[in-house]
């Protein structure tokens, strides 16, 4: 349990509250590559931290970060002609570069010189891992790019799921590192079997363990945490535990534990306090790794029939998120399809900021527990100006990685020999949904 105004210091990022201030200590995502794919392409509209953003690729392919609104007259350049190497606003027809340099004024006297004494503001950007990137700190501390490490090199398959979220990002944060719930809440998805380890077939991820209440333990690092969920596996429980351990890489990123194809993780944006874009990613391996549209499909995340054109789900409270009864009734715990809804119908019905004040958290909520108590640590000592936790000197090191293995009981969890899934696999199945329900 925390209190109002620590819920306050942990969730909110809007202008100088601290938590934003330290996370634009961090190059964060703005929008998927593919939605500024195009050269003189329709601009995007974004927006990170409570700043309203417009985002374009020039002519020559360079990708922009600008300030949405025009610095004349304030209006929107989302609306504007991306031609000739720059954005031109509709309302008077200034035009900008990616740099924010100012080209044109075609409604001022050539001679007046005033377009050398005006500049837009623009961010510093970077294209990687299927991501625009950009750097909202101070313009004169502007760190080289480090590639995350969900893509640690540029032949490294990333499919990206987005999904714009009408709720705070720690809520959402939280459900990621909640490790105990996918043995309720996905029950139907990541099911028990007689297996090895995690594995991924056409529609389920298969789990060698029927235990729902993991021990919990935790080891802390400068970059976030590592812990360990470990239950009873099915097969050699005498002598062996299964062990999913599960990464937070401060402040927005987790690792999640692979199955025997891919690695998986999820990055949560803070758009502003209550609106979150939500990236689910797998990636890996080219052959092992699904493209981007079949892992969309898979998790019941594609624009035009999950979301629409701005990335926001169809399924809401008011339409019950398309949950199916009769399914429940067959036998599907949760009735709704395509397990990151399963987690979106939690978070979302918890309200725009989650009450934390109210909350009884027991022995499972351990990594939840170390989350809260660990960022605001982190937020208090960089208000009295220490270094931003996860950044710089205190980025996630290479070696740091999620993992799932069934260990035997004589060894720690810390001291297993972790790597990240990274293999060929010609036979790898071709990933769909479990089964399909209608609104």
């Given amino acids: 349990m925390i209190t109002p105004e620590e819920n306050d210091l942990l969730c909110r990022v809007v202008g100088n509250a601290p938590m934003g201030q330290l996370m634009r200590r961090q190059w964060m995502p ?8 195009e050269p003189d392409g329709t601009p995007v509209k974004a927006r990170v931290l409570g700043e309203d953003l417009v985002v374009f690729r020039d002519t020559d392919g360079n990708v922009g970060v600008l300030d949405e609104k025009c610095p004349h007259r304030r209006v929107s350049l989302v609306y504007g002609r991306n031609e000739e190497g720059g954005l031109r606003c ?20 050539a001679a007046s010189g005033f377009a050398e004494k005006v500049k837009h503001k623009a961010y510093p950007v970077q294209e990687w891992g299927g991501m625009v990137w950009a750097w909202f700190g101070a313009a004169d501390q502007v760190p080289a790019f480090v590639p995350p490490s969900w893509a640690p090199t540029a032949d490294t398959r990333v499919s990206i799921a987005k999904v714009v979220l009408p709720c705070n990002w720690a809520q959402i944060l939280e459900g990621a590192i909640d490790s105990a719930h996918s043995s309720s809440l996905h029950s139907s998805d990541m099911v028990p079997a007689r297996v090895g380890g995690a594995q991924a077939t ?31 596996p099915i097969q050699n429980a005498a002598t062996h535990e299964y062990v999913r351990s599960t990464v937070f890489s401060a402040p927005i990123t987790v690792l999640i534990p692979p199955n025997n194809l891919y690695n998986v993780a999820n990055v949560n944006v803070p758009m502003d306090d209550t609106t979150t874009a939500f990236y689910f990613l797998a990636w890996g391996h ?16 594609t624009v035009g029939v999950d979301l629409d054109a701005y990335y926001r789900p169809l399924r809401t409270e008011e339409n019950r998120f398309w949950q199916d009864r009769e399914a429940m009734k067959a036998g599907n715990f949760t009735g709704i399809t395509g397990f990151p809804n399963q987690d979106v119908a939690m978070w979302l019905t918890m309200g725009p900021i989650a009450d934390r004040t109210n909350d009884r958290l027991g022995a499972s909520d351990m990594a939840v527990v170390e989350f809260r108590k660990q960022m605001l640590e982190a937020v208090r000592a960089f208000q009295r100006g220490g270094p931003a936790i996860g950044a710089g000197d205190h980025a996630i090191p290479p070696s740091v990685c999620s993992f799932q293995a069934v260990i035997p009981k004589t060894t720690d969890w810390r001291d297993h020999a972790a790597t990240y899934v990274w293999g060929a ?12 329900v209608k609104a």
């Fill in 425 to 436: 696999d010609e036979n790898r199945p071709e990933l769909e949904p479990s089964y399909s």
């Fill in 286 to 301: 080219p052959a092992s790794t699904p493209e981007t549209e079949t892992w969309r499909k898979f998790l019941r995340q």
């Fill in 202 to 232: 056409a529609n389920t991820w298969l789990r060698p363990s029927t235990d729902k209440a993991p021990r919990m333990q935790v080891q802390r690092g400068a970059y976030g945490f590592r812990y360990a969920a470990i239950r009873r």
């Fill in 30 to 37: 703005v929008c998927l590559i593919e939605e500024v794919a």
């Fill in 90 to 109: 509709l309302y008077h027809g200034w035009k900008m570069d990616v740099a924010g340099t100012v080209l044109e004024m075609v409604s001022e006297p």
